[in-house]
């Protein structure tokens, strides 16, 4: 055997072995199908997760108050609570959700991701926290020139 194909599977033998022996995630799109075509993100998050109160404060929105280019404008989300899983959603393009995270048991977020937003609108985050309640932040994002051809 070569020197360097005996040294790359055995490192990823070694990568493998730290891997938890289960790792699974849900397929959003097929268990909420009607969020991923939604307009706005009331619709979006009401197909998702279904009509469920809403608690204030708990999570935070690190955006830019006006983005130079809706082709990627940065949206950070701190969470201060424990949470399984958070979604972004935005209302400047045809379908409102954007991505769903779900999160290691007693995670407390800390993400950042960039989106496309071809017009100014709002950005809102949903978080359900471990503790079964769902937490929201909502923050409008000025756009000067939209990321989706406008």
Known sequence: MQRRR?????AVAAAASVLPASLSATDFRATAPKAWDAATSQEAIEAMFGKVAM????IEIKAPKLAENGGAVPIGIISK???TTVAVFQDANPRSAVVVFELGEG???DLMTKIKMRKTANVTIVAK???GKFYSAVQKV???IGGCGG
């Open 55 to 58: 608690t204030d404060g708990q």
């Open 6 to 10: 005996f040294l790359s599977l055995g």
């Open 107 to 109: 995670s407390v977020a």
């Open 129 to 131: 926290g471990k503790d």
């Open 81 to 83: 609570v424990e949470v």
């Open 142 to 144: 000025e756009v000067s």
